[in-house]
């Protein structure tokens, strides 16, 4: 038997559509990129935490209370299952901590926008959280098993997030007059940063055979943005709300909606950092940890003093 | 006073103190100290807040005007909140809020344990299936004062000052008046003169164990039980209920 080659070991088992496991071979490229997108991904969940946190207090009713803080809850949930899998690549929290804290990580753009109205928490819950679900169904597949695992039950609990967002919007949206109002507003302000979850369009976003490879993506960015579109329409329909897009309608031939592109010199200035709430977002997550600093020090000291007295014993 | 009214009384007290504390440590979410630490609070906060809604739910049937929890809660001024005052105090820090919780987890396990033994079956089901839950949230508190005791210097200093702010307001707990007097005669309520020696014992052992010294000859701060509140709680319910009064008649 001959020396094993590892790199054909890793390319035969994806090819067998087999799981690869924290303790298997693996090339650097692919670790580097697994750690780089379930870290931005656990940030985003993090992060996620504050827009929404925003109404916690003044949700409008205990059942409404209960179940934005729960949603809440989920998505710090979400933010653990991912560091976890992250660190199985040979990461640490603390490392990935500091590259968000210092704002050298990406997180997803589209918490970098502002919850003016209650109806937001209906928006973000529908169509964020379906949007991101739509981005990442397929992960429940990708080939790194901790990473599929974590999807798995992520991808549960982000439909239930967006069904209760969609239930949300349909009381405003059969509520009173300023109820529908807010309603509206809200997927007015939502829609486009929404559809730019996605990512930018095909022809400006380098192709990445190694994500296909890896099965970390399936779809292009154009094809999941048209495939939400077209989810999406009957939805706000039923709501009786429109969307800020007069040349939306729907195109038999293709049998799915034209729609506008969102604005791509405005994306770019929110990954960049000017959108309206980045210095806030980043702001808010470093006061918390600053003033946390404390806890998790005196907790280091006690668990020390703990083992110092088990080992005197 | 009939005994209902008693009891709708009783129930807005108990529903009022769960909603308020819930409300303060839900202001913690998304901000608390380290991740796990966030969703454990928050957890906490959630089977706080589920206590709160079960109880103002009751509340409301009892009172039989038609209003549901959500008018209770969300339609009352503050002289009509009976919240104890300890849980309208400020978070503060991390040690404050965790001090505030011990001496209050300590306080409910035995309130409820007592309570699940009503005769009233609402009551009694209500507690019963929060004891678990207490129990939980008392061994989270009081581990994280034995930490904070026994940690660095500043987590200690922290944690005793936290004690010094929030213990003029812990005596009220145990207060009582004639809505106690008339639903223990019936059976419905706990006579929380009988809680009181063991309540100071286990948090005298509790502030030994970390070093702590209770402050001496405080003050008993009270008034809640007749609707007179600090300055702090409009402030909360201005927040809390800005949403369903500017629009009366919505429903969400
Ligand atoms: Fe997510
Ligand atoms: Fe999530
Ligand atoms: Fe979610």
Redesign the pocket.
Same mark, same amino acid.
């Given at each position: 038997m001959g020396v094993i080659n590892f790199e054909e070991l890793f390319e035969s088992k994806l090819a067998k559509n087999d799981i690869i496991e924290p303790k298997d071979w693996m090339p650097d490229n692919y670790r580097k990129h697994l750690i780089r997108q379930i870290s931005q991904h656990a940030h985003s969940e993090i992060v996620g935490m504050l827009p929404e946190g925003n109404w916690i207090t003044r949700a409008p009713s205990l059942r409404a209370k209960l179940v934005l803080l729960a949603?809440v809850q $989920? *998505?710090g949930g979400h933010g653990l299952y991912l560091y976890t899998a992250a660190e199985s690549l040979g990461t640490s929290r603390d490392e990935m901590l500091d590259a968000l804290l210092t704002g050298k990580a990406k997180y997803s753009s589209i918490f970098n926008y502002p919850t003016l109205t209650w109806a937001d928490v209906g928006a973000v819950g529908w169509l964020v $959280?379906g949007a991101?679900i739509m981005n990442q169904v397929m992960l429940q597949r990708t080939s790194y098993g901790p990473y599929a695992r974590a999807m798995v039950r992520i991808c549960k *609990? *982000?439909s239930f997030?967006q069904r209760q967002g969609y239930e949300l919007m349909t009381h405003l949206a059969f509520g009173t007059p300023a109820q529908k109002e807010m309603a509206q507003d809200a997927l007015n302000r939502w829609w486009y940063p929404t559809l730019m979850m996605f990512g930018p369009p095909d022809v400006e976003s380098p192709n990445s055979e190694n994500a296909i490879k890896w099965r970390i993506k399936r779809e292009t960015n154009d094809e999941l943005r048209q495939r939400f579109v077209n989810q999406s329409m009957p939805q706000i329909e039923y709501l009786g709300l429109t969307v800020p897009d007069k040349n939306l309608k729907w195109n038999e031939t293709k049998k799915g909606y034209d729609f506008s592109e969102p604005d791509w010199t405005e994306f770019k200035a929110v990954i960049k950092g000017n959108g309206p709430c980045n210095k806030e977002r980043l702001a808010s997550r470093n006061k918390s940890h600053n003033e946390g600093a404390w806890v998790r020090e005196a907790a280091t000291a006690y668990a020390k003093k703990q083992n110092e007295n088990y080992e005197a014993a | 006073m009939t005994s209902q009214e008693a009891l709708f009384n009783y129930n807005l007290r108990l529903g009022d103190t769960s909603l308020i504390l819930a409300q303060r440590l839900s202001e913690w979410t998304g901000h608390g100290p380290f991740l796990e630490e966030d969703l454990a609070l928050t957890n906490i906060a959630l089977d706080i807040f589920g206590r709160g809604k079960a109880l103002l739910e009751y509340a409301a049937k009892t009172e039989g005007k038609g209003r549901t929890e959500d008018d209770l809660a969300f339609f009352r001024n503050d002289r009509e909140y009976f919240n104890a005052l300890i849980t309208e105090q400020p978070n503060g820090d991390y040690a404050k809020t965790i001090v505030r919780q011990a001496l209050i987890d300590c306080f409910d396990l035995a309130f409820y344990s007592e309570l699940s033994k009503s005769k009233d079956e609402t009551l009694a089901g209500i507690a019963a299936k929060s004891i678990k839950e207490i129990t939980y949230h008392k061994r989270h508190s009081f581990s994280w004062v034995n930490r904070f005791g026994n940690g660095t210097e500043e987590s200690f200093n922290r944690l005793q000052n936290g004690l010094n702010e929030i213990w003029p307001y812990a005596g009220e707990l145990f207060e009582m008046n004639e809505v106690d007097a008339l639903l223990i005669k019936e059976g419905i309520a706990v006579d929380l003169s009988m809680l009181k020696a063991n309540w100071e014992k286990e948090i005298s052992q509790l502030l030994a164990k970390a070093n702590l010294v209770a402050p001496e000859g405080t003050y008993v701060q009270t008034g809640s039980r007749k609707g007179l509140h600090g300055e702090h709680l409009s402030y909360i319910l201005a927040e809390m209920q800005s949403l369903p009064r500017m629009h009366p008649t919505a429903k969400w």
């Open positions: 949603k $989920d *998505e $959280d991101a *609990e *982000e997030h | -």
